[in-house]
């Protein structure tokens, strides 16, 4: 059975972040980054839109650098778990895990069809 | 309340202390924020006759209400106070990720006193409000202060989510040239609030928050935002030549039409636009698109260059750097614009302000009026290295500095040929030769903050006939179209709208979003009416500070000599046939005062 699923490409993200603000306005019903479920960071010239994935109480133990080109990134940067190590996609007020729930089928969750640059898009496998 | 946070925080950088204060609504209801906000708090405290360097002086940063909602291109912070280098009130607006940033982080509005005994950085996060020591900054470039800061923070990821506003050498040693530059962006309009930073020993601050903004109609807003999304993907300069090229696309458009300046406007002719057109910009940089704060258009060109003698990473030039650093001083080499334009964001440095004094130097030297030996400089016409050492050593050297960084209009004066420079109220002109766009050359002699082309966007309709197509070589209509783009551009300004998504879209389109947004019923006339409110309380500090009818003028060179070639050939500007109607229309006298009638139908 066909699983749509959003494919992400960061030649395309323009570090704009209107995704996020469209997740926290679906989700959390006001503007605000840190409430979003999708977060975009951005390294050099490139930005990695990351969407929350599963919450995990205890950080890696293991280190792993990614090479792209000829940059190399931590590959924390571009990990989708909220971890001690990095702070993301929790609650600011109420310590709650955040994920995303791939909102809004159809037509599409909130941060595809919000994100203008084709760096969101949702295919089907 | 509503896409606000209706706080301000009031700093006073001479006693160290900060306070908190809330913003008064009715402030908020005839203001709105941003611009408008900013320049009625500033000339409420501030007495227009202050020396702009002196600590009494005041600098106002300030976020519009729709900044950070999600709003299309909210992302618009004015940086308000009065110029070091014309004396006018200024205001800058600043792109990126700042100004929304400001508002996550709880304020609408910073308003700056006083000043620091030795350098400092105002730092605001997480709620956190501190004035740091910041010796060890004191002489970087921008770029440098924005990383190092981020380095010293102990959070790595809290850093990743700072944003700073910084002054670069040019503001630190007071050059009246200097701009403020945030994100790695450089602030459009704001020459002479840099050297106001830099007086202030203020290095930069720093922002970063959890607050969240309210939307009164959050269903109704999404809804709107998405369809706003997808008419400015159907409209051809929004969708592709904007996201392309950013503004440097004009180049083709303005050389057909015999607009470009040249040599310091004295002529208008290329050989051929593909020097310096959108051809050679994909040709010399690899580009990259980025957006400002939830922006689908992503006008800004990011790109890195790696020559010998200069690397860094930076914005590639816009159309206006290319007019004022490059073919303004007959530099036609794109590399060279394009490092011009670094230099200016790293140093600090307004690149119309500072391109347009080194094509007064140069025309200054080509005429024989000055030399090598009394500027202490080679200003050649067409050498992009004369124009790199300029820009360098005015931010850097003291004497060149004081020389050179004084501005065109002084550095004419100097030589008793206040003729050759090329500017209103001692601000140099954006690059758009008045003969050959009428209404553009009426916007430029009476805009309130000196000739700059984005506080009223005629183009939109002069060149590029977007809503409707007027011939830019006639002043037909032309009052009525610049007194609408300037209330236009001051409404937008102060909800926090960039103005670019004009280019797709009607004034009247946007209107649904603020409403939803903002919880108020405002049809598009009433928001223009506030835009004026805010254009004449601009005025109002203007007249006040010393400006009056005899500054809405143009250089002569303008009114008087014809362009001597390309499409235009033969063109002035009519100037006198469009003044006094657009006066008429404003409801000012002829002496350019706004009557009493039409300041209390504004309710001023
Ligand atoms: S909306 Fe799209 S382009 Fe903008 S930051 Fe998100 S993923 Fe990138
Ligand atoms: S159009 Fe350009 S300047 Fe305006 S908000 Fe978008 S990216 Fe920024």
Known sequence: MAMPRIKIDHNKCTGCRHCELACSLNHAAVANPRRARIRVFHEGNVFFPVIAGPFVDAACTSKLDIKIGDQVYDM???????????????????????KCDFCGIPPNPSCVRWCNSGALELIDD | MYGRT???????????????????????DKFIGGRGLGVKVYSDEVDPQTDPLGSENKLIFVSGPLVGTGAISGASCNVVTKSALSGTIACAKMRGHFGAELKFAGFDMIVVEGRAESPVIL??????????????????????????????????????????????????????????????????????????????????IAVKGNHSLLIADGDRFVRVVTNLINKLNSAPFTSHSMSAWGSAFFIDLCYQKGMLPQKNFQSAAFVDSKDIGTEALSNTFALRSSGCFACPIACIKKTAVNYPFFKGKGMAPTYWAIGALGLN????????????????????LDPIAAGGTVATAMELVEKG?????????????????DLLQALTLMATKKGHAKRIGKGGQALAEEYGQSKRFMGVKGLSMAAFDPRAIQGMGLHFATCNYGPHHLYAYTFIEEVLGVHEELDPLTTEGKPELVKRYQDMAAIMDSLGLCNWPLMGLK???????????????YRA???????????????????KAGFDHTHDTLPERFLKEPIKDGPAQGQI??????????????????????????LEALDL
């Open chain 2, 6 to 28: 209706g706080r301000c925080l009031r700093v006073n950088l001479t006693k160290g202390k900060h306070l908190v204060e809330e913003i008064a609504p009715e402030l908020l």
């Open chain 2, 507 to 521: 004034f009247n389109n946007l209107v649904p979003m603020i409403n939803s947004c903002l919880g108020t019923e």
């Open chain 1, 76 to 98: 924390c940067l571009l990990c989708r778990a909220s971890c001690p190590q990095k702070p993301f996609f929790i609650e600011a007020e109420t310590g709650f895990p955040l």
């Open chain 2, 369 to 385: 009026i000055a030399d090598r030996d009394s500027l202490k400089l080679e200003f050649r016409f067409g050498q992009g290295e």
């Open chain 2, 329 to 348: 001083c007959a530099v036609r080499d794109m590399a060279t614009i394009g490092i011009a334009h670094m230099i200016c964001a790293e140093m600090g």
């Open chain 2, 573 to 598: 500007s009519k100037l006198d046939e469009m003044l006094p109607r657009y006066y008429e229309l404003r409801g000012w006298s002829e002496k350019g005062e706004p009557r009493a009638e039409t």
């Open chain 2, 525 to 543: 006339d009433d928001l223009l009416r506030i835009g004026e409110r805010i254009w004449n309380q601009e005025r109002l500090y203007n007249m």
């Open chain 2, 123 to 204: 730092s605001i996060l997480d709620d956190k409000i501190n004035i740091r020591p910041a010796l060890e900054y004191w002489g970087r470039s921008t770029s440098e202060t924005e990383v190092m800061y981020k380095e010293n923070l102990d959070d790595k990821w809290a850093a990743r989510e700072t944003h700073l506003v910084s002054v670069g050498p040019a503001g630190e040693r007071l050059v009246p040239l200097a701009n403020v530059i945030n994100d790695g962006f450089l602030s459009v309009g704001g020459a002479g609030i840099g050297a106001v930073m830099g007086s202030k020993n203020l290095k930069a």
